[in-house]
């Protein structure tokens, strides 16, 4: 039987966990919509990453008892934080919130009951999420993983044109807190956290990921977020630590993913850097370590050879043909 709202359960069946420093309007909207869920039995935890008396002050004035606020003593990044949240966390079930992310009302109960229903002992369970970017809205994932397809895979390899076939977004998870204890996010990384945590987590191949049948999105994703992520792969620095962390996870990767990220996810942003003397080694390093398809290296000409203008447009096209459902 759920909690009434405010009434802090023994043991609550899911721990939420926001990391956070210095962005206090934006945290208190997402934990506004953790605390808003209909499932009541939760907690919420955040994380609040080195000393942010703006932050830590707003949150205080939230009177219910299903939240809890740390305060970490230095700042030590994204990682640190949500490792630590997972620590402190006293229920089965933890799902990661990001603070300028938020949920729908239903999104954790859907994802309980799928999670419990489960025949896998530590499913990563998802749902779909709404994606605000440039004035226009996009719901992602387009599908759902194969039968058999390897995480990497599905998250790394390009099955169409356009992006958001295969996505996870990390305020769209809900894992069991042993997890990330087996598997915690990685410290010395910056950037890219999130597709490396589940690179590892799919690499134990115990673990695969389910979605919830409802098939509407129920988080909502920030367009702030992709916007600043597209800003760092096409500088010098960005792209090449990409590619850095690319041939350092290579070995967990299939061939396939390796290929594939590398022609669609982070080369092709050399072009916009000028570093054209890139090309030929890039597409050799695909095909000796990787198995391209036609696909990723028609896509890697395109990012190439076509204006990026006449990218948008297609790219608008194939929005409006394209069906909302999730296969």
């Known amino acids: 039987m759920p909690t009434a709202p405010h009434q802090l359960a023994t043991t609550p069946r899911v721990s939420v966990v926001i990391p956070t420093h210095d962005r206090q309007v934006l945290v208190m909207r997402a934990v506004q919509s953790a605390l808003a869920q209909t499932l009541a039995d939760l907690e919420v935890i955040v994380v609040v990453d080195g000393p942010d008396e703006a932050t830590a002050a707003a949150l205080r004035q939230l009177s219910d008892p299903r939240l809890r606020v740390e305060v970490l003593p230095v700042n030590q990044g994204a990682s640190a934080a949500r490792n630590r949240g997972a620590a402190l966390a006293r229920a089965p079930w933890v799902a990661l919130l990001d603070d300028d992310d ?43 993983p194969a039968p058999g397809e390897p995480l990497c895979q599905y998250i790394l390899s390009q099955s169409s044109p356009f992006y958001g076939e295969g996505v996870l977004l990390t305020s769209a998870l809900l894992v069991r807190r042993e997890l990330i204890e087996l598997v915690p996010f990685d410290l010395e990384l910056r950037r890219l956290q999130d597709m490396d945590w589940l690179v590892r987590v799919g690499a134990r191949g115990e673990t695969g990921v389910e979605f919830v049948a409802e098939d509407a999105p129920l988080v909502v994703w920030d367009q702030l977020r992709f916007s600043a992520l597209k800003t760092v792969r096409r500088s010098p620095f960005g792209w090449r630590e990409f590619l850095g962390w690319l041939e350092v996870r290579r070995p967990l990767l299939t ?38 398809t036609a696909l990723d290296v028609a896509l890697y000409l395109m990012e190439w050879g076509v204006p990026l203008r006449w990218r948008a447009t297609l790219s608008q096209w194939y929005e409006r043909l394209r069906p909302a459902v999730l296969r």
């Open 102 to 144: 938020q949920w729908l009302p239903q999104k954790l109960a859907l994802q309980l009951a799928t999670a419990e229903a489960s025949p896998s002992a530590s499913p990563i369970v998802a749902t779909r999420f709404i994606a605000r970017y440039a004035g226009r809205e996009f719901v992602w994932p387009r599908r759902r």
């Open 255 to 292: 061939r396939r993913a390796y290929s594939s990220a590398l022609l669609t996810w982070f080369a092709p942003n050399a072009v916009h850097c000028g570093e054209r003397e890139s090309f030929w080694p890039v597409l050799r390093a695909a095909f000796d370590h990787g198995a391209p």
